[in-house]
């Protein structure tokens, strides 16, 4: 291992990491010596999680956190220092994704197939707020919480995880893709608000990955093929491959460079 990514002696939180590309990110960071805090709100996939990290001989701790509410976003802090004694890493991975139309579509393109529920449907305020609380409100409650904590160790690494979708448009997913633009913009605003104190600020943005919230579209050979297609490399991304960006952006290599997405998305954002 090159020395600027070890992350021995270090902790890192990471959100959403019951499964999908959070328990990647979570193993990976392992791997390079950083113990764990694992949060979802599911309790049992994050304690399958930090049981793995233990497993890789880092210790781990499991705290189910619901991140949309800000309570139980400082709870979760105050649980991890009181653990660890610090933190020097954060990666806000939860979200969600629902495609649905605003309004109803009736002779519209865009078929049901494509969407969680039928183009005669109109999203209620209830969830647009609900993916606007899980995949930005959820991002800023946990940078705010963990702050005061690094701005007083004058040192810190946050890493948000936002989409190719932040830059792309694409039918029947407003709200998340609002969500994930306006991460992108609140990581840019942080890196320079927090840059005196010597706290980092990046995002990730993956594309179009095969993972446990997009799984109804790859399974069907015709989905599957829909997906390549339009992915320049002609490829699946690997969970693995997100991990070690995440540890690089979580490591002293990256100890110059703030307030920038990088996008892993096999080409897409190129296009």
């Not at 959070?22 to 994050?46: H, K, M, P, Q």
């Not at 189910?64 to 653990?83: C, F, H, K, N, R």
């Not at 946990?142 to 690094?150: Q, W, Y």
């Not at 830059?167 to 994930?180: E, G, H, I, R």
């Given at each position: 291992m090159l020395p600027e990514m070890n992350l021995e002696g270090r902790t890192a939180i990471v959100t959403g990491a019951g499964r999908g590309i959070g328990r990647e990110i979570a193993l990976v960071l392992a791997e390079a010596g950083a113990n764990i805090v694992v949060?979802?709100?599911?309790?049992?996939?994050?304690?399958?999680?930090?049981?793995?990290?233990?497993?890789?001989?880092?210790?781990?701790?499991?705290?189910?956190?619901?991140?949309?509410?800000?309570?139980?976003?400082?709870?979760?802090?105050?649980?991890?220092?009181?653990?660890?004694?610090?933190?020097?890493?954060?990666?806000?991975?939860?979200?969600?994704?629902?495609?649905?139309?605003?309004?109803?579509?009736?002779?519209?393109?865009?078929?049901?197939?494509?969407?969680?529920?039928?183009t005669n449907y109109r999203t209620t305020d209830e969830e647009w707020q609900g993916i606007m609380d899980a995949n930005l409100n959820g991002v800023f409650y946990c940078c705010r919480a963990i702050a005061s904590h690094m701005i007083e160790q004058r040192y810190g690494k946050i890493i948000n995880i936002g989409s190719n979708n932040a830059t792309q448009a694409f039918p029947l997913v407003a709200a998340y893709n609002a969500s994930k633009a306006a991460v992108n913009m609140l990581t840019r605003v942080l890196a320079l608000e927090w840059a005196p104190y010597n706290i980092l600020v990046n995002a990730i943005g993956p594309g179009d990955y095969h993972t446990e919230m997009t799984t109804r579209s790859w399974t069907t050979p015709e989905g599957r093929k829909r997906h390549l297609d339009g992915i320049p490399l002609n490829r699946e991304g690997t969970l693995r491959e997100l991990g070690v960006l995440a540890a690089y952006l979580a490591s002293p290599a990256s100890d110059y460079m703030t307030g920038q997405t990088i996008y892993m998305d096999g080409g897409l954002t190129a296009k």
């Amino acid at each position: 291992m090159l020395p600027e990514m070890n992350l021995e002696g270090r902790t890192a939180i990471v959100t959403g990491a019951g499964r999908g590309i959070g328990r990647e990110i979570a193993l990976v960071l392992a791997e390079a010596g950083a113990n764990i805090v694992v949060a979802s709100r599911t309790d049992t996939e994050i304690e399958d999680t930090a049981a793995a990290v233990r497993e890789l001989g880092r210790d781990a701790i499991a705290i189910p956190t619901d991140v949309s509410s800000s309570s139980q976003v400082d709870a979760l802090i105050e649980q991890a220092l009181g653990y660890f004694g610090t933190v020097q890493i954060l990666v806000n991975n939860a979200g969600q994704l629902l495609k649905i139309p605003v309004v109803p579509l009736p002779d519209g393109p865009i078929g049901p197939p494509r969407a969680t529920r039928e183009t005669n449907y109109r999203t209620t305020d209830e969830e647009w707020q609900g993916i606007m609380d899980a995949n930005l409100n959820g991002v800023f409650y946990c940078c705010r919480a963990i702050a005061s904590h690094m701005i007083e160790q004058r040192y810190g690494k946050i890493i948000n995880i936002g989409s190719n979708n932040a830059t792309q448009a694409f039918p029947l997913v407003a709200a998340y893709n609002a969500s994930k633009a306006a991460v992108n913009m609140l990581t840019r605003v942080l890196a320079l608000e927090w840059a005196p104190y010597n706290i980092l600020v990046n995002a990730i943005g993956p594309g179009d990955y095969h993972t446990e919230m997009t799984t109804r579209s790859w399974t069907t050979p015709e989905g599957r093929k829909r997906h390549l297609d339009g992915i320049p490399l002609n490829r699946e991304g690997t969970l693995r491959e997100l991990g070690v960006l995440a540890a690089y952006l979580a490591s002293p290599a990256s100890d110059y460079m703030t307030g920038q997405t990088i996008y892993m998305d096999g080409g897409l954002t190129a296009k």
